[in-house]
């Protein structure tokens, strides 16, 4: 490993916490949501680490490393997106990574409250989430969706659609959830903020039906 690579790959550890622990995410803003809503839901600070892989193929080989090295870890955790080619896709691309087909046996499809396969004494246990909700296909920005309100929501979708198409609208299809979540955040008090800060100040509501589901994954996945 480069010097650079070796600094690069410090840079990804977001924030350390307990070393045998660890959640790998996306991006960014995967994180500081998480984050954001961990502190929500008060669980300790530290109670694990985060990796931030800056892709999903780059997060999936990280998990097949994790997997296969030979530091003690009691749990690994990964989450990343079902992104428009849907769950199906994406588990059966996690099922074949090596070192998960050699050593864990997952169901046939995503647990819709977060997959968590027990450890045994030389292995961890594995976890994972695909945003949305193990079931629908997309992405952060889509569970995000489901933290804000309903009527704010639905109003920023009409907006959204009334300038679909225009020449300096350019956003794909792809990224509508993206549009959709950054207009509503456009009519808080303090519009703008990033996503992990707008859970904090509940412009995104970290109590809704989805994120109660996904941290008590994370607090079964990690026994908090």
């Not at 169901?107 to 989430?129: F, K, M, N, Q, S």
Request: net charge negative.
């Amino acid at each position: 490993m480069t010097r650079w690579q070796d600094e690069r790959s410090k840079r990804n550890w977001l924030r350390q916490g307990d070393a045998t622990k660890i959640l790998l995410v996306e991006g960014q803003d995967d994180a500081h949501s998480i984050i954001a809503l961990c502190e929500a839901h008060d669980l300790a600070d530290g109670l694990f680490s985060f990796f931030v892989c800056d892709s999903v193929s780059k997060a999936l080989a990280k998990l097949d490393f994790l997997i296969s090295d030979a530091e003690p870890r009691t749990a690994v955790g990964i989450v990343v997106d079902a992104d428009e080619a849907g769950t199906a896709a994406r588990w059966d691309a996690i099922r074949s990574k090596p070192e998960i087909r050699r050593h864990y046996s997952l169901p046939p499809a995503p647990d819709a409250e977060g997959t968590i396969v027990p450890g045994t004494d030389v292995l961890p246990a594995l976890g994972i989430w695909l945003m949305p909700d193990n079931a629908s296909p997309g992405m952060l920005e889509d569970f995000l969706l489901h933290l804000a309100h309903p009527d704010g929501i639905a109003a920023a979708r009409d907006t959204v659609a009334g300038v679909r198409g225009q020449p300096w609208a350019p956003f794909r299809d792809v990224h509508h959830s993206k549009a959709v979540i950054h207009t509503w955040l456009a009519w808080q008090d303090e519009p703008g903020k990033p996503l992990g800060q707008s859970i904090t100040s509940h412009a995104l509501r970290p109590h809704t039906p989805i994120a109660l589901s996904f941290t008590d994954w994370l607090k079964r996945l990690f026994n908090a």
